[in-house]
């Protein structure tokens, strides 16, 4: 398996692209370090990180000024990672790369500076000295460079003798003693490179410092913009969402004047089935499961109240509307490439999360029933921790299952489509083996679909029960 | 110092030619040599000008533009490292040419520069203003008349022209030809609200007399002279994005309400029409616009030509000067004047 980075959860999860997509990054260069933050699975590392996150969120909410001027200079930075690594290479920087450089740690002395005065503990940048005083000799402290006449005396002597050619027109001295200027000048930058490169360690570790500052600055205000929290790190596997919602959905809800209804779910190493009727949230809820637990296992807050996370090898997901024509496979085809990786995972013993939509819908009923019993049965001897959601009867199924709790019982006469969301209730309840609830024709019905092809339905329906009593 | 006074009250001022070598270089380094001693802070780049150091179509190499002490230029990174004197880099912009970012320096000895600098016309607003930040009072920009150049010089606060024998050899022709681009540059500006409102535009719109747009959804010409009477309902002012040329002109020329028709072009470089063809759309009642217009200054004239063409100096200026009532100079000739004193 590669090493997951960020910017493969991004391709991966939609959602996750839409959070990355919301944090309000100030400097240049973050975004190139947040596409290959690693995957965390060290409790201690996720510990770290939600505790640099707390630090964050008090330094925004009680010093604010302080916050706004960091912010400020977070936002002149430029991404010189080039630069940085033409340096540690040992290669000679020109005059544009010292400047940015220059330029870069002006800004960065002035963070140090302003984090030393707060009271908590966000990060810690290191000594700005020993780099500054190599590019800034005379310590003006002005954001603009050239090669300065105190670096070097032989050339500050041949500076003086050039100015002196020139007014005294003697434009053959002139000319020779701006070869033996730029001559020098390059002596000069070679030694100024290698002092620079003796520094790389510390060059790297400062640009590291800003960016981690500014990525946990806006993880705090998302934090605040989203209603986010930092979950707590579960060690006896068990993983449990408090109140989970889908910033994105709950976004696109909020501009329709609508609240996205908050689901709680609880998950340990077995698989959970979940039954509902259409359009009931049953994959924006798997999708929202993978979302919190990636979000948390990159070191983000989570869209929850609460939130208690077990952290996993490998989030997996299977859901019908991946893209299987790139593959040039057919629905049902890529489904089963989804779902053999999920098992042999599970077998070499991986810990996964496996979020599973309605296996096996898109085969006829008889085998994909049996297809999606077997399947949950298997990860139930595997152990693994799953949410598997059917359209299938649940009673069949030997798991822990759960029913999305559906419409209300009274519904309204007229109910536009539009309005069906604020008569449903998205909520989750134990289901204990009852008989399957049939809300299909209804949210059909609902939808506008022909009455005569809604009663044909209803009519084989009864005829199927009447057989099954004979 | 003729004319290097008047472009003081300007805090842009950009530099032009009807064509190769009507003296453009000759006349920005002779604006710098006179405003060395002056107390300002003077800048200096270019727009829309590729950056080849040598030149495409007569393979001479490009003249370097004199930079003297305290004076800021910006141009790019590949330009910027082959200068041979001391010069404290003041930025580098994020945005790239295709010669590397822009680098704004402040020359720290007297020297000599090739320019490149921004090459689109938001770049070259952009970088005006930042210089202004940099405590810059006036900027000279080394501008290029030419229908391939993303960037025009018409956001400077004002403009010189440079024209002369290289144009046309022959003194009528040079001075009526010069004379209908001296119209191009003078022709008005619309308000500034219908410039905001059209300003990012990409496509035909029409606006009525209540300024009501209407987008006509097509950026071509092609097929006009069967959609133009319906586009005219929309209202008769008609914004164009991209070139005017004859055959939009000749259309419009053909519309019995060409009296009403009002035609706003981005800038007076947009217009490639022929000079008869515009004169004809003018002379029928029509009316041109532009959204950013800039003040013409003054007409530098260059009477030699690398064919050999020579000009009487005098004559051509005098001929030039009644016909566009602008101050006109022969800088090679000031430039001796200015030597000789």
């Not at chain 1, 005569?452 to 004979?470: F, G, V």
Request: glycine content about 6%.
């Amino acid at each position: 398996m590669r090493d997951l980075k960020l910017k493969h959860a991004i391709e991966e999860l939609e959602g996750m692209r839409y959070m990355i997509e919301c944090l309000p990054l100030q400097a240049a260069p973050t975004r190139r370090y947040l596409m290959a933050l690693p995957w965390l699975t060290n409790a201690g590392a996720m510990e770290l990180e939600f505790g640099r996150c707390r630090q964050a969120i008090g330094f925004m909410e009680e010093e604010a000024d302080l916050a706004a001027a960091i912010t400020l200079r977070l936002h002149q930075l430029r991404d010189i990672h080039g630069t940085l690594a033409h340096i540690a290479a040992g290669n000679t920087p020109d005059d544009i790369e010292l400047f940015e450089l220059k330029h870069a740690w002006l800004l960065a002395d002035d963070i140090r500076q302003l984090m030393q005065r707060s009271k908590k503990k966000v990060i810690d940048i290191p000594e700005t000295y020993p780099v500054l005083q190599l590019l800034d000799p005379e310590a003006t402290r002005v954001p603009t460079f050239y090669i300065y006449d105190c670096y070097d005396t032989l050339l500050a002597g041949l500076r003086q003798q050039v100015a002196v050619a020139r007014r005294e027109g003697r434009k053959d001295a002139e000319e020779l003693l701006r070869d033996q200027i730029l001559e020098r000048e390059i002596v000069v930058r070679q030694r100024l490179g290698d002092d620079l490169h003796r520094q790389s360690q510390l060059l790297n570790s400062t640009m590291e410092a800003l960016v981690l500052l500014d990525l946990v600055l806006a993880k705090a205000v998302l934090v605040q913009q989203m209603d986010l929290s930092l979950p707590a790190i579960s060690r006896d596997g068990q993983t449990t969402l408090h109140q989970m919602f889908n910033p994105q959905i709950k976004a696109l809800l909020k501009e329709k004047g609508k609240a996205f209804q908050p689901v709680s779910i609880t998950l340990d190493s077995m698989p959970v089935l979940i039954t509902g009727a259409n359009m009931g949230g049953k994959s924006v809820l798997l999708k929202t499961i993978a979302l919190v637990q990636m979000l948390a296992q990159f070191g983000f807050p989570v869209p929850a109240l609460k939130a208690q996370i077990s952290p996993v090898k490998q989030v997996m997901i299977s859901s019908g509307d991946s893209q299987s024509l790139v593959l040039g496979l057919s629905s049902f085809g890529a489904e089963v490439k989804r779902l053999d990786a999920i098992i042999k995972a599970a077998r070499k013993g991986h810990q996964v999360l496996a979020l599973i939509d309605e296996p096996a819908r898109t085969t006829n009923p008889d085998e994909g029933e049996a297809l999606a019993r077997a399947l949950v049965e298997l990860l139930s001897r595997l152990k693994v921790k799953s949410v598997v959601t059917t359209h299938y009867n649940g009673h069949r199924f030997k798991c822990r299952k759960m029913r999305v709790k559906g419409f209300c019982s009274e519904l309204p006469q007229n109910l536009t489509p539009e309005a069906i969301g604020n008569f449903f209730d998205y909520t989750l309840e134990p289901d204990n083996d009852t008989l399957p609830r049939h809300d299909a024709l209804l949210v059909a019905s609902l939808l506008g679909l022909d009455e005569e092809l809604i009663q044909l339905a209803d009519q084989n329906l009864n005829n199927r029960k009447t057989e099954h009593t004979r | 110092m003729p004319f290097t006074g008047d472009i003081l009250n300007y805090r842009s001022v950009a530099v032009v030619g009807t064509a190769k070598n009507t003296g453009k270089t000759e006349c920005l380094n002779y604006i710098i040599r006179q405003l060395q001693s002056r107390p300002v802070t003077l800048a200096i780049t270019s727009v829309g000008i590729d950056g080849e150091s040598c030149d495409q179509v007569t393979r001479t190499p490009k003249p370097e533009i004199d930079i003297y002490s305290k004076m800021v230029f910006v141009t790019s990174e590949t330009h910027f490292r082959q200068r041979r004197f001391t010069a404290e880099i003041l930025d580098v912009s994020g945005r790239s040419t295709s010669l590397g970012r822009l680098v704004t320096a402040r020359a720290l000895e007297p020297g000599k520069v090739l320019l490149s600098g921004p090459s689109d016309t938001g770049s070259l607003a952009h970088a005006l203003m930042q210089l202004r930040r940099h405590g810059v009072d006036l900027t000279l920009v080394d501008g290029a008349l030419s229908r391939k150049s993303l960037g025009s010089p018409t956001v400077t606060d004002a403009m010189i022209l440079n024209t002369g024998a290289a144009f046309s050899a022959n003194m009528p022709t040079l001075v009526r030809k010069t004379k209908f681009i001296c119209d191009l540059i003078a022709l008005p500006a619309v308000h500034s609200t219908t410039r905001e409102a059209l300003r990012l535009m990409e496509t035909l719109c029409a606006v009525n007399s209540q300024g009501r747009i209407t987008d006509l959804g097509t950026t071509s010409v092609m097929g006009l002279d069967k959609s133009l009477p319906g586009f005219l309902q929309h209202g008769t002012t008609l914004f164009v994005p991209g070139a005017v040329t004859d055959k939009l002109l000749q259309h419009l020329i053909m519309q019995k309400e060409v009296k009403q028709i009002r035609l706003i072009v981005r800038d007076f470089t947009r217009i490639f029409a022929s000079q008869e063809t515009v004169q004809s759309f003018l002379n029928r009642g029509g009316k041109m616009e532009v959204l950013y217009n800039t003040k013409l200054i003054a007409l530098c004239i260059n009477p030699t030509a690398p064919d050999g063409t020579l000009m009487n100096s005098d004559a051509l200026r005098d001929a030039l000067s009644e016909k566009t009532s602008l101050p006109v100079w022969d800088i090679k000739k000031l430039a001796l004047q200015s030597c000789a004193t």
